[in-house]
C-alpha cells in the first residue's frame, strides 16, 4: 500500500508538473506573438506615415535592424527592401498581408521558416496612393522556444521528481501508519481515520461471530469426544481427501494408532485393499460395508459419503465388532452340518437294514438281528435328537425353568441310583460320598449335569474301573466332583472336548452310544446355572471334572 500511495503522489506530481510547464509555456508564447504583433503594427503605422511624406528619402539613413522593411508598388513590384537586393526579388502581389492591406487599408500574417523554427510576422499598411509598406520581424517558433527550454525544465523535472519522492514517501509512510497501528484485536477502541469506523465496526462484529460460533463448535466437538470416547464401537470422520478429521478412540485401537494420525491420509494407517475399495466406493457417494480383521477381532466397517450440495465433503467410518456374532454363525453352520452328518449315519443303517428286510433279503434267523440294529440306531438318533433339544433350549437361555433350592446331594443320589444298573452291566462300581449340600438351580439342568459327568465316567473307564461321585460344601460353594478311573483326555483333546460333537475317538463313542454332545449340554447348563469347571484328567489313569455352585 504504501508503495502505491508513492507511486501515485510521484507520478500525479511529475505530471502536474508537466502539463503546467507545457501550458504555461504555450500560453507566454501566445501572450507574447500577441504583443510582437501590436508593436510590428504601431511601426508599420509610423513606417507608414514617413513614408507618406518623405517618400523614398525616409528611408535614406535610416538605422533599422529590428524590423525588415518594404515598400510595394500597386502592382507588386518591390520598391524598398531593407535587407535584400531588389533585383532578385519577385512580386509580392500574392503575399496574404499584401493582400489584405490592398483590400481592406491593413493586414497581417505569420509563416513559418522551411526548418520550422523560425516564425516571421508581418503587418503590411495601405498608403494613400495606393503603394504599400510592409513590416516583418521574426520570431523563434514555439519549437524554438521548447528546444531552449528543455534543459532548465529537464533540471526543473527532475529536481520536482526528487522532491516529489521525498516528499510521496514521508507522506505515503504518514498515510499508511495509522493503518498499520490498527489494533484489530479490538477494533473500537483505534483513533486513526474517521474513514476506516464502518470498517472496523463491521470487523469488531465478525469477531463476535467467529467467537461465539467457535465457542458453538468447540462445545459440539466436545461433546462428541464425549460420545465417542466411550463408545466400544470405532468412529472415523474423514474430509473429501481422506485426511482423518476425528477418530475416536476405540478406531486409534482397532488400527493401531494414536492421535498423531489427525491430519494424516487414512491409508497411512491402515492400506488394506478391502478398505481401500470400501473408501473408493463411499468416494463415489454411495453406502458401502464389508467385514475385516482388526485387532484380532472380526469387524463390520460401515462407510457413509457425507453428501452437501450434491457433493461428497466427507466420510463417516463405523467400526463394529462382530466376532462374536462371526464365532455364533460359524458354530451354527458347524452345528448343522454336524448335526446332519450325525442323523445321516444312523438313518442310511436303518434304511438299509429295512430295505433289506422289505426285499425278503434277510434271512429268517437274521431278522432279529436287523430288528435289533434298527432299533440301537433308531434309539440312538432319539438320544441325538433329545440332547440336540436340550441344547437349543439351552441357547435360548433355558427360559421358563423353575429355578428352587435344591440339595445337591440328594439330586445326585438320585442320578446315581438310576445309572447303577447300566454301571453294574459295565463292571464299573459307581459310589456317592458327601454331605447335604444346597444349591439356587434348576433342578432338570442339575440332573443333565450329573447324568453326563456319570455316563460319561461309566463309558469311557476300564473293566472293574470305578466312579466316585462326591458332593461337599466348601466355604460359600457347592462341589460336585465326579472322578473315574478311566481311560483319560490326552491334554490336547481336554480344551476341545466341551465343544459340541467333539470326540476324542470318534468310533469308540458312537460304538457306546455316544452323541458327543454330553459335555457341550454339561458346559452349557453350568454357565445357566452361573457354575464353573474344572478338568483334570490324565491318560491311561483317569478323570475328574469338578464343578463349583455357588452355596444357596
Ligand atoms: P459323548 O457322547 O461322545 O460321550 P461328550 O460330549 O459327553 O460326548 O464327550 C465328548 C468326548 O470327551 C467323548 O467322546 C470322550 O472322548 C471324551 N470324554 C468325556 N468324558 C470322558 C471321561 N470321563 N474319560 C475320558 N474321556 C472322556
Redesign the pocket.
Known sequence: MTKRIFRSICLVSISVFLVFAVLFTAFLYNYFSDSQQAQLKIQTNLVAQGASHEGMDYFKGLDNSDYRITWIDKDGTVLFDSQSDLSGMENHMEREEVKEAIAYGSGESARYSKTLLERSLYTAQRLNDGTVIRLSTSQNSLLRLFLGIVWPVSFICVAAALLSLVLASRLSKKIVKPLNELNLDEPLNNEGYDELSPLLRRISIQQKQIRQQSAELLQKQREFDAVTTGMTEGIVLLNSKRIILSINSAAMRLLGTDDSCVGKFILSVNRSTELQELLLKAGGGKYAESVMELAGGKYQIDVSPIISNERVSGMVLLMLDVTEKEKIEQMRREFTANVSHELKTPLHTISGSAELMCNGMVKPEDTEKFAARIYRESQRMIGLVE?IIKLSHLDEGAENMEWEKVDLYALAEETVNRLLPSAASAGIKLALTGEKAEVNAVPQLLKEIVY??C???I???RENGSVKVTVQNEGDHVLLR?S?T????PPE?QER??E???????S???E???????????KHAVKLLNGSLKLE?QPGK??C?TVIFPRA
Open positions: 440332547d453326563n459327568l455316563d460319561n465316567g463309558k469311557y473307564n465326579v473315574d478311566g481311560v483319560g483326555i483333546h472336548i466341551f459340541r460333537f467333539y470326540r476324542v475317538d470318534k469308540h463313542s458312537k457306546i452310544g455316544g452323541t458327543g454332545l454330553g459335555l457341550s449340554i454339561v484328567s483317569g478323570t471334572i
